[in-house]
């Protein structure tokens, strides 16, 4: 009984699922909430490509990597990002909202204050008595996009949900990934 009930649900959505493959190209200002040292804006860039799974209904899944440089002012970290939105189409535009997660796989420091000795840079995901850069992130992500065929625009905004950097020096001390993008993609 369970199996035909479900089975009538499908037939009578009539969800049609097909994957649609795009690449993107983009660049913005990427800071970190907070106090930490060297934090203000700079500019980052990502590259990436993915998937989104279409509904009938006008709603649609989109999942990919980019590879991202953020960070803050005075240091900056490549990492790899995995967003997850739902997104829904009206028209030529879409707007998709949801979780992502990031791997920190390079990080830049250009402060005196992050090098042991002159000349001898600290190992950037370690612990020292500056504290520390958390190579890994996880946040909020939302997106706006606009069609034209197969070429688009958007707009891209993330705050990450998780401390980033961290102070030991102050217990109260806490700072997020924030940023956004403007980028151009091409759907195949």
Same mark, same amino acid.
């Given at each position: ?15 049609? %699922?097909?994957?649609q493959s795009?690449?993107?190209? @983009? ?13 203000g ?14 509904? +009938? ?6 999942? @990919?990597? !980019?590879?991202a ?7 900056? %970290?490549?990492e790899i990002?995995?967003?997850?939105l739902?997104?829904? !189409?009206?028209?030529s535009?879409?707007?998709?909202? @949801?979780?992502? %997660?990031?791997?920190?796989l390079?990080? !830049?420091?250009n ?10 840079? %600290?190992?950037?995901? =370690?612990?020292?008595a500056?504290g520390y850069?958390?190579?890994?992130? =996880?946040?909020v992500?939302?997106?706006? +996009? ?28 806490h700072?997020?990934?924030? @940023?956004?993008h403007?980028?151009?993609g091409?759907?195949?």
């Amino acid at each position: 009984m369970k199996k035909n009930i479900l089975i009538f649900i499908l037939l009578h959505i009539g969800i049609t %699922i097909f994957a649609q493959s795009y690449v993107e190209l @983009g660049g913005g200002l990427s800071n970190l909430t907070g106090s930490y040292p060297g934090t203000g804006a700079r500019m980052s860039y990502s590259i990436g490509g993915g998937y989104r799974f279409n509904y +009938r209904s006008g709603m649609g899944l989109d999942t @990919g990597l !980019q590879l991202a440089l953020s960070g803050a002012k005075d240091y900056g %970290i490549l990492e790899i990002r995995m967003p997850v939105l739902v997104s829904y !189409q009206v028209s030529s535009f879409d707007f998709g909202v @949801g979780p992502y %997660i990031a791997v920190g796989l390079w990080d !830049q420091k250009n402060d005196s204050r992050f090098y042991d000795a002159p000349g001898t840079k %600290i190992d950037p995901w =370690a612990e020292s008595a500056f504290g520390y850069v958390n190579r890994f992130d =996880a946040g909020v992500d939302a997106r706006l +996009r606009y069609h034209l065929s197969r070429l688009y625009f958007g707009w891209e905004g993330y705050f990450g949900l998780v401390d980033r950097a961290r102070n030991d020096l102050s217990a109260s001390f806490h700072s997020h990934s924030i @940023g956004m993008h403007l980028f151009v993609g091409y759907s195949f």
